[in-house]
């Protein structure tokens, strides 16, 4: 059975060595009294949870998956499942940093993002229940009602209920504008909503005694596309006004989805016969409201990979150890015994240094990510909450995309290291890789991420968010650029930057006269810039490594070699990527259909 040890050392790094997080945390009002110890304390107790609690359950749950009973339409989680989420909410853990107004605890978002990537590595399948009511309750946070709010976000903060996104029909995935669930008005001012929706992660199970899903659906008279599509919150059963339940509202479960990877979680087809629900936010506005938790969900699916990233290296490398195999290309390393192990050899180290790199700069970014959303949802400062907002709108697309096909790649190296034996069950890695792979396709294909990225993100507003990072890009050039021993990552780091600009402009251009060359090209483009940002902050983490590495900490210097190792081998593939994403529309469009 695969083990994990959740990688405290390398948070702690990130947030007290590399991004200072403290102070820029106690500069907002919520989290003035924030200090180190608070953070470290919470992480140690997380992880313990995550590794003794959850990660048995990840190989028999995957194993067993979910169970429908059809006559009822009941869905019961694998066993293990509900105690440990029981546990989970016992320890207080849904409400970590959500808002003390409805019973949240208030600490920052990025303790919160720490924490669930190692409920990641520690189950991806058990960890998308709770997770999924995260982003419902940030929605409803966002937009609901002063009733609503009062009414739901007690009960999703304590985690007593859970959350759902319904978003997906049989037709349409991520084109809404071609739902058709249909919402009626009532007289009573509710609305009864009637359709199917498909692909719905943790719709029904018996984790929790209710689930609040969030649906999008049509009123009668709502025009055509996505600005005909409105918001409503529709509860597995109905809720009276002092907080009680009631009997079971029109929304069950009709199928459950075979697939691929996380078994453990029930991916549901989701019926709506008449089922009642409320409005949330403005007619016709849903679409604006879902992004909220879109958004969220886009930033927690990047945390997945990130997890499965870490813990598929973490048995790699352990695996790699043991395992031996013929003898060294060099000579004998370990002459006690009739074969070398397995890590002396070079690609078996650059799969498994591809996965460390990989994972330490996702967490990187994603650490710094969730840090500017404790800025933009906290500061009393509207310049610093456009600066956040800007950095995170751009971030997002780069974090759920370029991290989720690094995770694909790494867990996929991961499972070679362990030859034959990575495809049996039992090592898990042959799961890791199924889990991972799902991560590249939904909550918007990781196509639909690199569109939003190079069309609406850099050339819809000419290169301003792309700019403010860039900025702090140069800034740290310039400062850093004048160190001999940092010139190794400075030097690459800048070079990229310049590329990217010019890349940028060429583009955008192009995309004038036909907007054909920015699907052409923008796969590709995220995937330069997602290396622009783990370069910016791989050379943030080697500037710490490179003043500390004298102080015997073995810590360090294995930092800089992965630091080294990213530089050389994993940085170049840009070269490709920038002349690939040159060669324009025409090789794709060209051929006539009828060819194909």
């Given at each position: ?206 984790l929790a005694e209710n689930i609040v899903h969030l649906v999008l659906a049509r009123l009668p008279d709502a025009p055509a596309g996505s600005k005909g599509i409105s918001l409503f919150i529709v509860p597995k059963f109905h809720v009276n006004p ?355």
């Amino acid at each position: 059975m695969p083990q994990y040890t959740p990688p405290i050392r390398d948070m702690q790094f990130l947030l007290h060595e590399v991004l200072d997080a403290v102070p820029t945390l106690q500069a907002l009002p919520p989290h003035a009294d924030i200090d180190a110890d608070t953070l470290n304390a919470v992480l140690s107790e997380g992880g313990k949870f995550a590794a003794e609690v959850v990660t048995p359950l990840n190989l028999p749950g995957d194993a067993e998956g979910c169970h429908l009973d059809k006559t009822t339409h009941a869905v019961t989680a694998p066993k293990g499942y509900k105690q440990a989420y029981a546990q989970y909410v016992e320890g207080g853990w849904p409400a970590l940093s959500c808002d003390p107004a409805y019973g949240g605890q208030g600490l920052p978002l990025v303790l919160n993002q720490c924490f669930y990537e190692m409920l990641n590595s520690a189950g991806q399948a058990w960890t998308m229940y709770p997770g999924l009511s995260h982003g419902a309750y940030e929605c409803l946070h966002a937009h609901g009602t002063a009733e609503q709010k009062a009414l739901y976000l007690p009960k999703l903060t304590s985690g007593q209920w859970t959350g759902t996104m319904c978003l997906t029909e049989p037709h349409c995935g991520t084109d809404l504008g071609l739902l058709r669930t249909k919402a009626e008005p009532q007289a009573d001012g509710s609305y009864r909503i009637t359709g199917q929706k498909i692909f719905i992660s943790a719709g029904e199970h018996d984790l929790a005694e209710n689930i609040v899903h969030l649906v999008l659906a049509r009123l009668p008279d709502a025009p055509a596309g996505s600005k005909g599509i409105s918001l409503f919150i529709v509860p597995k059963f109905h809720v009276n006004p002092d907080g009680t339940l009631a009997d079971r509202n029109g929304i069950f479960c009709g199928a459950l989805e075979h697939k691929m990877g996380i078994h453990g979680n029930a991916t549901c087809q989701m019926v709506l016969d008449g089922a009642v629900g409320t409005l949330v936010g403005q007619p016709n506005k849903g679409l604006a409201a879902m992004f909220v938790m879109m958004n969220a969900a886009r930033l927690g699916v990047g945390n997945q990979s990130l997890g499965l990233t870490e813990v598929a290296y973490q048995n790699a490398v352990a695996y790699a150890k043991d395992r031996i195999q013929m003898r060294s290309l060099s000579g004998v390393k370990a002459a006690d015994k009739p074969a070398d192990p397995i890590i002396v050899h070079p690609d078996v180290r650059k799969m498994l240094l591809t996965a460390r790199a990989y994972a330490e700069g996702a967490r990187a970014m994603l650490t710094y990510t969730a840090l500017q959303l404790d800025v933009l949802v906290s500061t009393d400062d509207e310049d610093q909450r456009q600066e956040a907002d800007d950095i995170v709108a751009l971030l997002t697309p780069i974090v759920k995309a370029f991290v989720t096909d690094n995770g694909w790649t790494a867990t996929s190296a991961c499972q070679q290291v362990f030859g034959g034996h990575g495809y049996i069950h039992e090592w898990g890695m042959e799961q890791f890789v199924r889990d991972a792979r799902i991560n590249m396709i939904y909550e918007g294909t990781n196509t639909i991420q690199s569109l939003d990225l190079l069309g609406r993100k850099v050339l819809g507003d000419n290169g301003k968010k792309l700019k403010k990072f860039g900025k702090l890009i140069a800034a740290f050039v310039e400062e850093e650029g004048v160190r001999e021993d940092m010139q190794e990552f400075v030097n690459p780091l800048a070079d990229l930057g310049d590329k990217v600009t010019k890349l940028t402009t060429e583009l955008g251009m192009k995309a004038f006269g036909n907007p054909d060359e920015v699907g052409a090209a923008a796969v590709d483009y995220l995937r330069v810039v997602g290396h622009l940002c783990f370069a910016y902050f791989w050379a943030r983490m080697a500037k710490v490594a490179l003043d500390k590495q004298h102080s015997g900490d073995p810590f360090y210097t294995a930092k800089l070699h992965t630091a080294r190792f990213y530089f050389a081998k994993l940085l170049p593939e840009t070269a490709t990527l920038i002349r690939t994403a040159r060669a324009g529309v025409s090789p794709l469009m060209a051929m006539d259909e009828a060819l194909f």
